[in-house]
T-cell receptor, first 113, second 110 residues
Framework: GQNIDQPTEMTATEGAIVQINCTYQ??????LFWYQQHAGEAPTFLSY????GLEEKGRFSSFLSRSKGYSYLLLKELQMKDSASYLC??????????????FGKGTKLSVIP | KAGVTQTPRYLIKTRGQQVTLSCSPI?????VSWYQQTPGQGLQFLFE???????NKGNFPGRFSGRQFSNSRSEMNVSTLELGDSALYLC?????????FGPGTRLLVL
């Protein structure tokens, strides 16, 4: 089975930087995803890490350490529209040669003026 | 390309009824996964279909079933509905690693 932990809620100020952490335990790791989900909407893909290190994509960066079972999502220059839930998801081997995605419960980020 | 579409968007049923939800993946995507999302449990994996075959199944009772058609469209069915089945049901399609989600079907069981 899998165990994925991330903080339940975070609050940060507009224009600031926030780091959302995710720790995981899995037996057949094959990548880590971050998704953003606004209230009442579907999750949208933000980033994918399969190797150790930092992946930067505009204001968003994601880091992975496979040996530590740890990832973080870094959001810079926060905007009010960044208020959303951020979901960490781990991909590992499922059945019939496929892969399965398991999600953490999400971190609800509130950006305040 | 058009995104993942799901129908219906909202549904109200009563206990004991059954329901069928539909998902059309992004063109060219052959894998379709289904998830149940509730405030308490978050996103939980139901099953995955690839080329009309179920490849993976989560820890849900047999009342939850699905299928995939030759055009990759997928349906999921829940029989003998319970109050606890009230949730947002999301489907996601993928071509390689990344899954892209549809808008979901919000099911309310009364």
């Amino acid at each position: 089975g899998q165990n994925i932990d991330q903080p339940t809620e975070m609050t940060a100020t507009e224009g600031a930087i926030v780091q959302i952490n995710c720790t995981y335990q899995t037996s057949g790791f094959n990548g880590l995803f971050w998704y953003q989900q606004h209230a009442g909407e579907a999750p949208t893909f933000l980033s994918y890490n399969v190797l150790d290190g930092l992946e930067e994509k505009g204001r968003f960066s994601s880091f992975l350490s496979r040996s530590k079972g740890y990832s973080y999502l870094l959001l810079k220059e926060l905007q009010m529209k960044d208020s959303a839930s951020y979901l960490c998801a781990v991909r590992d081997k499922g059945g019939a040669g496929s892969y399965q995605l398991t999600f953490g419960k999400g971190t609800k980020l509130s950006v305040i003026p | 390309k058009a995104g993942v579409t799901q129908t219906p968007r909202y549904l109200i049923k009563t206990r004991g009824q059954q329901v069928t939800l539909s998902c059309s993946p992004i063109s060219g995507h052959r894998s379709v996964s289904w998830y149940q999302q509730t405030p308490g449990q978050g996103l939980q994996f139901l099953f995955e279909y690839f080329s009309e075959t179920q490849r993976n199944k989560g820890n849900f009772p047999g009342r939850f079933s699905g299928r995939q058609f030759s055009n990759s469209r997928s349906e999921m069915n829940v029989s003998t509905l319970e109050l606890g089945d009230s949730a947002l049901y999301l489907c996601a399609s993928s071509q390689e690693e990344t899954q892209y989600f549809g808008p979901g079907t919000r099911l309310l069981v009364l």
